[in-house]
């Protein structure tokens, strides 16, 4: 014989809770950022690409490296080019009139790149 707990209030209550509320999803500034070109002083190219890979050029010379994202930081590690290697820096994107600027965990800022399409 199976017995079946009646559906009280509460239970009701319970798996209401579990429910996950529709939300909206609002950009963030990395939203704006990804897949871009974020041209800087210089010629300095970055790019950050959907796919988990950090790309462009610095000094004339290419940029290879991966990021990953938590809320609103990314964080970046760099194999190429030779100046970069074994460097992650970490940093929050904030963004002004199609001008972007990262400002690091250590209190420090990036130069302002263009947003480029």
């Not at 199976?2 to 209550?13: D, E, G, N, Q, Y």
């Not at 210089?42 to 000094?59: C, E, H, Y």
């Not at 290697?85 to 209190?107: A, D, H, M, Q, Y």
Request: overall charge negative; charged content about 20%; glycine content about 12%.
């Amino acid at each position: 014989m199976k017995f079946i707990a009646p559906l009280t209030a509460l239970s009701v209550f319970a798996l209401g809770a579990c429910t996950p509320e529709p939300t909206m999803d609002k950009p963030t500034a990395f939203d704006q950022i990804v897949d871009k070109r974020l041209v800087g002083a210089a010629g300095t190219l970055f790019l950050i690409n959907s796919d988990g890979t950090v790309g462009g050029s610095f000094q004339g010379e290419p940029i290879v490296g991966t990021y990953t994202r938590e809320g609103k930081e990314i964080c970046s590690g760099y194999t190429e080019p030779e100046q970069l290697r074994g460097l992650t820096v970490c940093s929050t994107p904030v963004i002004t009139e199609g001008v972007v600027i990262f400002n690091r965990r250590n209190g420090t800022t990036s130069q302002p790149y263009t947003i480029e399409g």
